[in-house]
């Protein structure tokens, strides 16, 4: 129960990676918000894990609206008084290159992935500078960190999320506010599908080490462990969970080991 008496938001947690999260939270004994756009989900998500005994609640929110991040941390204050822990996890994605994007495709992808999580973000700092106390945890990307094909949009709003991460934890560390990011490898989630087309699920399975996609809980598993006094001394870090993928440099087939 490392998360006990804790509450905590985490955005887009209908479903996906995020619901891995509020489920791996909530089994920690956090008071878990889920907040997403897709409210009807949301509210299924949070009654499926309450059932087994634990507290979630879910709110309809739009993180890219001016005011969702706020409204996220009101709610979050309504429900269980506080708000020790945000997760940013609302994502889309988007695979077109970069001649063929429009400006709409491109807002759109910035609005949700950049500037909604630094809405959540500031609104959830401002909170917790009450009691100096606090962890944000920003899922980013690989496509943040790597210039890969059709990633303009998605890669830049990831790269521009991870460099929040940063000033953020720089800017906040001594008011004992702790934020970290968390960087998947492919993971098989509507959004790994919608951008993962036959040649990028081979070309991933090449060029991960492990020859693998991830699992949900594998990420949650890490931010549990950023969201927990475990990780008290770690700040503006990105934790790669992505089977070696941001480790590897030449890569080809090898021989068993000891098979020369
Ligand atoms: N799946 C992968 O391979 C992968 C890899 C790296 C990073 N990520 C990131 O992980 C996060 C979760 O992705 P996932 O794969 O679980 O995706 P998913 O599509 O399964 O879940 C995303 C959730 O975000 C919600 N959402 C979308 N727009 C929103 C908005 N404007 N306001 C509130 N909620 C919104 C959706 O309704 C959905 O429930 C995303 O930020 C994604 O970019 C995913």
Known sequence: MRLEGRSAIVTGGAQGIGKAIAAAFAAEGANVLIGDINGDRAAETAKELASSGETVRAVRVDVAE???????????????????????????????????????????????????????????????????????????????????????????????????TKVMAVELAEEGINVNGIVPGPIATDVGRAMHDPATVAAYKFLVPQRRYGEPDEIAKAAVFLASSDSDYVNGHSLNVDGGFQAAGLMYPLPSPGQG
């Open 66 to 164: 001016a005011t969702g991040g706020q409204a996220l941390v009101d709610a979050c204050v309504e429900a269980f008084g506080r708000v020790d822990i945000l997760v940013n996890n609302a994502g889309v994605g988007s695979n077109v290159r970069t001649v063929d994007l429009t400006l709409e495709e491109w807002e759109r992808v910035v609005r949700i992935n950049l500037t909604g999580a630094f809405l959540c973000a500031q609104a959830a700092a401002r909170h917790m500078l009450r009691r100096k106390s606090g962890k944000i945890i920003n899922i980013v990307s690989l496509s943040g960190q790597r210039g890969g094909i059709g990633r303009a949009a998605y890669g830049s709003a990831k790269a521009g999320l991870e460099l929040l």
